[in-house]
């Protein structure tokens, strides 16, 4: 009994050590400060689009120099959902794992609203974007096997959305 508990306990230390783990500080523009927290985020809004995994890197670093900033927070929200668009659908679904991975980020989020009630949310508008092409190129993909889906495809989603 006592190893099962002490195998326990490892294994737990583990997984949380794991679960913690910071990501690499995203590489800094040479007249940059690397102690400020506003540069993080410039270059965090920066990336946002076009490269989602290093904007949630450089805002994960933004909140460790500025723990207590809504905006930031809820950017960092943002990014780490939409790094990955097929995590992104599972999480909309409300998939108990997917949900359970991401919490840290929406204690986050939810901490900025406690903080700023009125933060400014303009970046959702993205987010469900990204979720309704993700979400309709997993049903084609579904429906009509693996078939590479063009920039045809994207240009009727987006224009079907906008």
Do not use: C
């Not at 997984?15 to 506003?38: E, F, G, I, M, Y």
């Not at 960092?76 to 679904?93: H, T």
């Not at 009630?117 to 993205?126: G, I, S, T, W």
């Amino acid at each position: 009994m006592r190893a099962l508990t002490l195998a326990w306990i490892v294994l737990m230390g583990a997984t949380a050590a794991a679960a913690q783990k910071q990501p690499k500080a995203p590489l800094r523009p040479a007249v940059a400060d690397p102690n400020s927290a506003l540069g993080y985020y410039r270059m965090g809004m920066a990336k946002l689009g076009s490269d989602n995994q290093g904007a949630a890197d450089a805002l994960y670093w933004a909140l460790e120099l500025e723990p207590s900033w809504p905006e930031a927070l809820y950017a960092r929200r943002i990014a780490v959902l939409r790094a990955d668009p097929f995590e992104l659908v599972r999480y909309m679904r409300w998939d108990k794992k997917t949900r359970r991975a991401l919490a840290p980020v929406d204690s986050g989020h939810f901490r900025a609203l406690m903080q700023n009630p009125f933060v400014y949310r303009d970046l959702d508008r993205e987010l469900v974007m990204d979720y309704y092409r993700a979400a309709i190129e997993e049903n084609i993909r579904r429906r009509a096997g693996t078939q590479n889906i063009a920039a045809d495809l994207r240009y009727q989603i987006d224009a079907y959305l906008n």
